[in-house]
């Protein structure tokens, strides 16, 4: 069990003695979001029919999942489009500081290599990538092809070679990483609609279930399965908005410290895991996975993204990392409000059965990815209880589904 998580799930963080700041008054509000959601599936389930001409049929269980999935006969195909968020504007920030560092000449010589200037757009697309790439395997599927979407704000945004060269050469190596072709996508320039100088990054990412066998939506999930939780590398691309909103109110705003000797800024922009290679080799192994859910906004509440009516206890609580801790320390949220929109520490959860436990976390260990056996599936209330912390996150807090 790590030693710096939280004391206790009722009380504040040691903060800074500022004012609290939530995710929600950072400016994202998922009860006020997930609705429009909901509404969405609404209208989509009623267009399923609309398959039969072609020959396929949707799997309707796979609505609410976070990915579609169409049965095409001999297999499943699935697909999923995802947006990267806010993250971008981190690179910026911090690609714009180290520039000015690197001109001033006025740095400490530990603080000008850390910023001698670069883009951070290999990370971003990474990012970006994995937001994909690591929903559309929680279904069961194997990625075949990406697509990208690159919306600028306005033609200016192409004039960084440097930066485009750093997004396209990234986005090709995650590709290369995960054994998927880089189909092909679009790069408007929506003046008006994104801001100057910025850019809307997304992907779409189209997979294949074959054997059918692989297709993993949870209908076998039960009460004592194991709850196998993989490592995240830091922030991921979810509470960027809330990590943007804490640099404006940090004296050295992302150029602040770290108690590890890293600035704000740098340990933010880590690449989010790439989890394919993990589920890939579970499978090889012959894992039966029963449920697979990738750990985004909402924290750990996706946990309990199954519709079924289980408990999820939590007995082993992963390390949190550093620049989660110190952000979670500087807004004095509570534990409570931590978990339940961060990662934390977790970037996605295996569930198998309790005897896979031990091989699932040896497979991703195999893939330099740290997992543990965290907790087991119960009969009960839908929520999730992280024991260790004395935290429950009840089951309404999370309303993803028709």
């Known amino acids: 069990m790590a030693d710096d998580r939280p004391d206790s799930a009722g009380s504040d963080f040691d903060g800074s003695g500022g004012e609290r700041l939530t995710y929600e008054s950072s400016g994202v509000d998922y009860d006020r979001i997930d609705p429009l959601k909901v509404l969405a599936q609404r209208a989509a389930r009623d267009t399923g029919a609309n398959l039969d001409g072609a020959g396929a049929r949707e799997v309707a269980a796979s609505r609410g999942e976070s990915a579609y999935v169409v049965d095409i006969g001999d297999a499943?195909?699935?697909?999923?489009?995802?947006?990267?968020?806010?993250?971008?504007?981190?690179?910026?920030?911090m690609c714009e500081a180290s520039s000015v560092l690197r001109a001033s000449e006025e740095s400490e010589e530990s603080k000008a290599s850390e910023a001698s200037r670069r883009t951070w757009y290999d990370h971003i697309a990474q990012d970006t990538i994995a937001t994909a790439v690591n929903d559309i395997v929680t279904v069961g599927a194997r990625p075949l092809s990406?697509?990208?979407?690159?919306?600028?704000?306005?033609?200016?945004?192409?004039?960084?070679?440097?930066?485009?060269?750093?997004?396209?050469?990234?986005?090709?190596?995650?590709c290369d990483v995960l054994g998927v072709a880089w189909g092909?996508?679009?790069?408007?320039?929506?003046?008006?609609?994104?801001?100057?100088?910025?850019?809307?990054?997304?992907?779409s990412c189209v997979g294949i279930i074959r054997p059918k066998s692989r297709l993993t939506l949870?209908?076998?999930?039960?009460?004592?399965?194991?709850?196998?939780?993989?490592?995240?590398?830091?922030?991921?691309?979810n509470g960027l908005t809330l990590a943007r909103k804490l640099s404006e109110r940090l004296p050295e705003g992302y150029a602040t410290l770290l108690p590890g000797g890293r600035t704000y800024g740098v340990a933010l922009l880590d690449p989010t895991v790439l989890y394919p290679p993990v589920t890939e080799a579970a499978f090889a192994a012959g894992i039966d996975l029963r449920y697979i859910a990738n750990i985004t906004g909402h924290g750990w509440r996706k946990i309990?993204?199954?519709?079924?009516?289980?408990?999820?206890?939590?007995?082993?609580?992963?390390p949190v990392p550093e620049v989660l801790k110190f952000m979670v320390d500087e807004?004095?949220?509570?534990?409570e409000e931590a978990y339940g929109?961060?990662?934390?520490?977790?970037?996605f959860a295996l569930f198998v059965?309790?005897?896979?436990?031990?091989?699932?976390?040896?497979?991703?260990?195999?893939?330099?990815?740290?997992?543990?056996?965290?907790?087991?599936?119960?009969?009960?209330?839908?929520?999730?209880?992280?024991?260790?912390?004395?935290?429950?996150?009840?089951?309404?807090?999370?309303?993803?589904?028709?």
């Open 304 to 318: 309990m993204r199954h519709p079924g009516r289980f408990t999820y206890r939590i007995t082993e609580v992963p």
């Open 341 to 347: 929109s961060l990662n934390m520490g977790a970037g």
């Open 146 to 174: 990406i697509h990208a979407y690159w919306a600028a704000g306005s033609s200016d945004w192409f004039d960084d070679v440097e930066r485009m060269n750093d997004l396209v050469e990234g986005w090709k190596a995650a």
């Open 184 to 203: 092909g996508g679009e790069t408007p320039c929506l003046t008006g609609v994104v801001e100057e100088g910025a850019i809307d990054l997304a992907a």
């Open 353 to 402: 059965r309790p005897e896979d436990g031990d091989a699932a976390v040896a497979c991703a260990e195999t893939e330099g990815i740290r997992a543990w056996v965290a907790g087991v599936v119960e009969d009960g209330p839908r929520q999730v209880v992280i024991e260790p912390l004395g935290v429950t996150l009840a089951g309404e807090s999370l309303a993803l589904r028709d």
């Open 218 to 237: 949870g209908e076998d999930l039960s009460a004592g399965d194991a709850i196998i939780l993989l490592e995240s590398s830091g922030i991921h691309a």
């Open 76 to 93: 499943y195909l699935a697909s999923i489009t995802e947006c990267l968020g806010t993250k971008a504007l981190v690179a910026d920030a």
């Open 331 to 335: 807004t004095q949220q509570t534990a």
